[in-house]
């Protein structure tokens, strides 16, 4: 509901198919190696905790290699200053 109203369409990629949305698998696969393979959580309130805090690293901290080691949010931050 929220994606119809919002004029959002989800688009499902083929079962085996990674390639199909690469930015989301690499996403998802840094995720799960950083968060849901590092810790044991005893709760859904500690999970949602621990991702708020990789997500800002992951976002805010991280040197991306494709980017000379600027982290995303900085980079587009440079991008959006210079157009």
Known sequence: EWCKGNDISILYTQPGCPT???????????????VLDAYIFRSIEEVK????EWNCYYNNERPHES???????KYRAKRCDTK
């Open 67 to 73: 980017r000379d080691n600027i982290p995303p949010m």
């Open 20 to 34: 199909q949305n690469g930015y989301i698998e690499r996403f998802n696969g840094s995720y799960r190696r950083a």
């Open 49 to 52: 905790r621990v991702t708020q």
